[in-house]
């Protein structure tokens, strides 16, 4: 099983990248795709989730400004990040929630997103 992200970037402020996640190998059924971001010397913290039926959980940091969406047939996940503050920058990190012979947590190798001011 792997995921792989991709997307991330230098940006200025108030500009706006775009995150992909792919997962791979016998991974079973996905329920829960997802973005998380650790920031240098902070604990690692949820930004968005999608469900397997489209539900979505939003960190409060991320309200109005990101986009979380899935392509269940190609098992990718996508984040849509506009209005990018310096706050903003971290490692972020795709994150699959799996089903099978029991609920697995995958997590992929992270892509650095700098916002510069």
């Known amino acids: 099983v792997q995921l792989q992200a991709s997307g991330g970037g230098l940006v200025q402020a108030g500009g706006s990248l775009r995150l992909s996640c792919a997962a791979s190998g016998d991974i079973g059924n996905i329920m829960l795709m997802g973005w998380y971001r650790q920031a240098a010397g902070k604990q690692r913290e949820l930004v968005a989730t999608i469900s397997q039926g489209g539900s979505l959980t939003y960190a409060e940091s991320a309200k109005g400004r990101f986009a979380i969406s899935r392509d269940n047939a190609k098992n990718m996940c996508y984040l849509q990040m506009s209005s990018l503050k310096p706050e903003d920058t971290a490692v972020y990190f795709c994150?699959?929630?799996?089903?099978?012979?029991?609920?697995?947590?995958?997590w992929g190798q992270g892509t650095q997103v700098t916002v510069s001011s």
């Open positions: 994150y699959v929630n799996a089903l099978r012979f029991g609920y697995r947590n995958y």
